[in-house]
T-cell receptor
């Protein structure tokens, strides 16, 4: 059974810092991996999707990497801003369309 | 606008009642999903459907039921058999191709 772990569970940083969020999974037979942002009481907003054949994806200040062999993905946020404060979730998705989510990392960026 | 609409946003239920949460999409996506989220936790898959008139149980299907009579609609019924139904419920879709998940804004169910 696929298990997804996100470390740390919570992170607080001063504005302007670069930071890394981690996501690890136990079964490397994935179709893709997706990073999301969730604001309190809201749905999930897709940030980046990495297909299994890809190593990384970039969007603005965000960069996500994928290492299938080691079962790891990282989300790098450059020059963090208070508006980045949210919970970040990763999900791994199989060929059959089944998804497994981590519990998320709650990020607070202090002005 | 294209997207996924969930309703109602907030719902209160008395114990012993069934309630139905609506999920409608106009993205022309084939696959639809229902997830449950509890405070401080990730999402757990309840049911999913990859085609009209077909659906499969996810990891926590007990106490829930679904139907998929139309491509655009995937309603979730929370039955009285669900012992702890208070949670945030999220509906999602994926299109063909890369399997990217798209989410609605969620429905919060509270049992009184």
């Amino acid at each position: 059974k696929q298990e997804v772990t996100q470390i740390p569970a919570a992170l607080s940083v001063p504005e302007g810092e670069n930071l890394v969020l981690n996501c690890s999974f136990t079964d490397s037979a994935i179709y893709n991996l997706q990073w999301f942002r969730q604001d309190p009481g809201k749905g999930l907003t897709s940030l980046l999707l990495i297909q299994s054949s890809q190593r990384e994806q970039t969007s603005g200040r965000l960069n996500a990497s994928l290492d299938k062999s080691s079962g790891r993905s990282t989300l790098y946020i450059a020059a963090s801003q208070p508006g980045d404060s949210a919970t970040y979730l990763c999900a791994v998705i199989t060929n059959a369309g089944k998804s497994t989510f981590g519990d998320g990392t709650t990020l607070t960026v202090k002005p | 606008d294209g997207g996924i609409t969930q309703s109602p946003k907030y719902l209160f239920r008395k114990e012993g009642q069934n309630v139905t949460l609506s999920c409608e999409q106009n993205l022309n996506h084939d696959a639809m999903y229902w997830y449950r989220q509890d405070p401080g936790q990730g999402l757990r898959l309840i049911y999913y459907s990859q085609i009209v008139n077909d659906f499969q149980k996810g990891d926590i299907a007990e106490g829930y039921s679904v139907s998929r009579e139309k491509k655009e609609s995937f309603p979730l019924t929370v039955t009285s058999a669900q012992k702890n139904p208070t949670a945030f419920y999220l509906c999602a879709t994926t299109g063909q191709g890369n399997g990217e998940l798209f989410f609605g804004e969620g429905s919060r169910l509270t049992v009184l």
